[in-house]
């Protein structure tokens, strides 16, 4: 049996997403006085948003 659907076009069929993936890292400083960073992956649909983030 011949194949039907190759890779590509199976790859031309997925929307790609409009929203972008950016990792987050967010710096807290402990009772210590050392400091500790949180990472997070956070989508967002405009690059410019990333001011915004806390």
């Known amino acids: 049996m011949a194949k039907q ?19 987050f890292v967010k710096t807290i400083k402990s009772d210590k006085g050392s400091y500790k960073f949180q990472e997070r992956l956070v989508k967002l649909d405009d690059i410019s948003k990333v001011t915004e983030l806390k």
Do not use: E, G, N, P
């Open 5 to 23: 659907q190759s890779f590509a076009d199976k790859a031309k069929k997925k929307d790609k997403a409009t929203l972008m993936t950016v990792k």
